[in-house]
Each structure stands twice: as structure tokens, then as C-alpha cells.
């Protein structure tokens, strides 16, 4: 049983580092109000979001390209599906582990992942400076 529980937490581990990472990159990218929430045991889906808002479609698009350039060069990991349409204000990398999650901030507050899945544990919040 030891066994299982340290893959667990191994997994764990590595999906933090993985969100962790990307996160990184989104900041680097500009992206604001970069959030990760921790799923597992709330969602099926994956261990962890990672939530990022970028101020244009293009944008978008280069946070998201630049999160796998990035995470490909770096930890060797690409993700499992990538969704090719920026045009829709939402781009999402599924890592498996970790699913990144790109909008332009009205598709954001639109969705509103942070209510939706609630009960998660948010590991890490960018501070927004406008609200300073």
C-alpha cells in the first residue's frame, strides 16, 4: 500500500512542478492574474489548472505557443492536445496532470474557472497590480 501512496504523491510532485513551471512562463509571456489551482480529489479531469489572462487574441496565442516551446525545451513534456483556435479567447494545453488554461480576460470572467471549481486548493495567485 506504501507504494501506491508515494506514486501518488510522486505524481503529485511532479504535476506541481509541471504547473509550476508553465505559470512561469505566462508571467514571462506578460500574461496577468496567473493561478494555479490543485483539482485532484475535485476533479477526474486532472491534478491541477493552471489559469493565465492575456490582453489579445494574439496574445493568446504566443502565451500558449511560448508555454510549450518552453516546457518541451525544458522538462521535455508535450501536451497530449493543444486546441488550434486562439480566435475563440480560450487556448488550453492538456498536459494530463496539468491542463493550461489561456483566455482574454472576458472569456475569463465568462467562464469563471476559479467559482466553477471552487472547492479546489489555489497553490499559487498572481497578485493584480491594478487593484493596488
Known amino acids: 500500500m506504501k507504494s501506491?501512496?508515494?506514486?501518488t504523491e510522486q505524481l503529485l510532485k511532479e504535476g506541481l512542478e509541471l504547473a509550476s513551471a508553465c505559470a512561469?512562463?505566462?508571467q514571462e509571456m506578460?500574461?496577468?492574474?496567473?493561478?494555479?489551482?490543485?483539482v485532484n480529489g475535485v476533479s477526474d479531469l486532472t491534478d491541477y489548472f493552471?489559469?493565465?489572462?492575456a490582453n489579445?487574441?494574439?496574445h493568446l496565442k504566443g502565451v500558449t505557443n511560448n508555454v510549450r516551446k518552453n516546457i518541451l525545451e525544458s522538462l521535455k513534456t508535450d501536451p497530449v492536445y493543444q486546441n488550434p483556435d486562439h480566435t475563440s479567447g480560450?487556448?488550453?494545453?492538456?498536459?494530463?496532470?496539468?491542463?493550461v488554461h489561456v483566455f482574454t480576460e472576458e472569456t475569463r470572467d465568462l467562464y469563471d474557472?476559479?467559482?466553477l471549481w471552487g472547492d479546489g486548493e489555489?497553490?499559487?495567485?498572481?497578485?493584480d497590480i491594478n487593484q493596488k
Open 4 to 7: 501506491s501512496t508515494t506514486t
Open 24 to 26: 512561469q512562463v505566462c
Open 30 to 38: 506578460k500574461a496577468v492574474k496567473t493561478t494555479i489551482i490543485k
Open 50 to 53: 493552471v489559469i493565465a489572462t
Open 56 to 58: 489579445s487574441t494574439s
Open 90 to 99: 480560450w487556448m488550453v494545453l492538456d498536459y494530463i496532470n496539468v491542463m
Open 113 to 115: 474557472l476559479e467559482r
Open 122 to 127: 489555489v497553490i499559487f495567485e498572481q497578485e
